[in-house]
């Protein structure tokens, strides 16, 4: 394989419903620091049904080039049209690196091209980075429950493939004076493969998400205690698009059920952000959540143990301090 | 009705290293369990054979111990076991295993290919994919629930919004998720009968896929480093106003990227 011919920082630009998903920009803006350092360009795949309009948003979060494939069977994501779409772009165009986003979408579409295409897939990367001696792609990724990283790399094959952890990069922020181009691309479909058919598509609210699932958990023990308290961290928790999950105090007490319980005979959970919300922090629910990405703690006794696994400590009410970042956040994440 | 499913023993612990020299797991002295979202999947397979009548292989590739993961799986209630084991298979990356495991399949009747969506020790959901892809066989991913018709099967896939349901035919590929159903227990019998039972122990050869694609040699993916993460550093603890934590916790949201 002759590496030179392969250039360029492609991004498979997530939709759903004819809305571009957010990892798609935040790969977007990842890839303009890959191409930035590689002095290439960055190019975005978007594949769907009457979706050309989508395509200037995408310049403006860092595209210099839009490849835009329209076709009915591209209007939903199935795993064969978008293969076969994608395959033949990379043959075509010959990119360098080719991300794609870590969903349910991308870790469906990532695995079954990288073996149509002969390729490898780094899976749910977390950092990116160019080699500064070789040019090459560093993927690093979260193994074994988020113990141990691992940096990878696919020196001799391309594209270097790999799918992303949605919320981790960075996209840019919207300019949309930035030129750029949009081409269309058209695809030679082989019907004859088309084996899955979408028959329904159901959105469910989010309430039903596994806690062991979730990005963002609002918790809550003891200092809570009772129902009304924990409708409080409900409205916390929407807020954030988080899940309420309980100590084992508060399911013994029967105010929360069992699949909400954080610890040694509940779940373990990891997610990006853990509020701790009157819970003293026994040794069992430590075990279920001291892996959290963050971890906030607030609770009336200053002694608690939560406060020595804690990112950081509020030692405060909470009945007075959830209210009001309830409403704070509403308005941050309104007037972004 | 053939199904095959295809199961991996995994570390039951996140006490896992790996060797700082070639960068792969050090697998001794870490005991081992059938990967839960293989488990979903046996158990699936397992349901299809009560309500319809099947025969169900288990099929493994990995380390000779991983025999115990198969004598389970028959104690569950398999008809027939496959551990797929070779030092040529060492190393590999999922394109390099999806191709042996593929390799296996071919030498098997099978109308339908289950598996577990992704395994707790690598979390990358590519393996079963990739096997749909060198089969040439439609796949669906993170499946909830199926209702065979004939040759056509009903699907339920989860999807970060809720589900979805679509149909495909047989042959095909599902990776199932653990919360797909809860598996049965190993009865007792079944435990005594399948220390009696014949697991298959298959090599490399038997694939029929050229050497130079397997294992190590034949991954496109390198492990370049690993690395622990650091040890967090202890945080702080304030005694402030209501207004003065609200501040503060929003200050750090956003020096986190949270929000």
């Not at chain 1, 890959?34 to 403006?60: F, S, T």
């Not at chain 1, 469906?108 to 749910?124: F, K, Q, V, W, Y």
């Not at chain 1, 990112?311 to 009410?317: F, R, S, T």
């Not at chain 2, 095909?172 to 399948?194: D, H, P, Q, W």
């Amino acid at each position: 394989m002759d590496k030179s011919e392969y250039k360029n920082v492609y991004v498979f630009i997530e939709q759903r419903d004819n809305v571009i998903q957010k990892v798609a920009l935040e790969l977007l803006g990842k890839a303009h620091d890959l191409a930035g350092a590689l002095n290439e360009k960055v190019y975005a795949v978007l594949l769907g049904h009457n979706i050309a309009d989508k395509a200037q948003e995408l310049i403006a979060y860092g595209a210099d080039h839009v490849l835009l494939a329209e076709d009915e069977c591209l209007k939903d994501y199935i795993t064969e049209p978008y293969t076969q779409a994608i395959t033949q772009i990379i043959h075509d165009y010959k990119p360098s690196i080719f991300l794609i986003g870590a969903t349910t979408i991308g870790r469906d579409l990532g695995p079954r091209l990288s073996a149509r295409i002969t390729t490898g897939l780094t899976a749910d990367c977390t950092k990116l980075d160019i080699s500064e001696d070789t040019k090459e792609l560093m993927m690093t990724r979260p193994a074994f429950g988020g113990n141990i990283m691992a940096t990878i790399m696919c020196t001799n094959h391309r594209p270097q493939m790999s799918t992303v952890r949605p919320g981790v990069m960075q996209k840019m922020a919207k300019d949309t004076s930035r030129k750029g181009e949009v081409e269309n691309v058209k695809i030679n479909f082989d019907k004859s493969k088309f084996k899955v058919k979408l028959v329904e598509n159901v959105k469910v609210t989010s309430n039903k998400v596994d806690i062991a699932d979730a990005k963002i958990l609002v918790s809550g023990g003891r200092g809570v205690g009772n129902k009304e308290g924990f409708e409080m961290l409900g409205k916390l928790a929407e807020v954030l698009h988080g899940e309420v999950s309980s100590s084992r105090a508060m399911v013994d007490a029967g105010v929360m059920p069992h699949d909400r319980q954080v610890g040694q005979t509940g779940k373990t959970v990891r997610p990006n952000l853990y509020i701790a919300n009157g819970i003293s922090g026994a040794i069992q629910h430590l075990a279920g959540m001291e892996e959290s990405e963050f971890i906030i703690a607030i609770n009336k006794d200053k002694f608690a143990p939560i406060f020595k696994v804690a990112d950081l400590g509020i030692v405060g009410d909470l009945y007075k301090i959830i209210p009001l970042l309830t409403e704070r956040l509403k308005f941050e994440l309104e007037n972004r | 009705m053939n199904i095959v499913v295809c199961i991996k023993q995994v570390p039951d612990t996140t006490e896992v290293k790996l060797d700082p020299k070639t960068g792969t797991l050090i697998r001794e002295g870490i005991p081992s369990i059938i990967n839960p979202d293989d488990k979903g999947a046996l158990e699936l397979a397992l349901q299809l054979k009560d309500k319809y009548g099947a025969h169900v292989t288990v099929l493994t590739m990995g380390l000779p111990q991983a025999d115990a993961a198969l004598r389970e799986a028959l104690a569950m209630g398999v008809d027939r076991a496959i551990l797929l084991t070779d030092r040529k298979l060492g190393g590999a990356d999922t394109l390099a295993t999806s191709r042996a495991i593929a390799g296996a399949l071919r030498q098997i009747d099978f109308d339908l290919i289950l598996a577990g969506r992704q395994a707790i020790d690598g979390d990358t959901a590519q393996v079963g994919p990739q096997i749909a892809e060198h089969l040439g066989l439609p796949q669906v991913s993170y499946l909830l629930d199926l209702e065979v018709n004939g040759k056509n099967c009903r699907v339920k896939k989860s999807t970060e919004e809720g589900y979805q349901i679509l149909e495909t035919e047989m042959p095909c590929v599902f990776t199932v998720l653990s919360t797909a159903n809860k598996a049965r227990y190993m009865t007792v019998n079944g435990i005594v009968e399948a220390y009696n039972r014949e697991v298959e122990i298959w090599n490399a050869d038997k694939t029929g896929t050229d050497e130079n694609l397997l294992g190590l040699k034949g991954s496109p993916t390198r492990v370049f480093k690993s690395f622990t993460k650091a040890l967090k550093p202890a945080g702080e603890t304030y005694e402030v106003s209501p207004e003065e934590a609200v501040d503060l916790i929003i200050s750090k949201l956003k020096e986190k990227f949270i929000i």
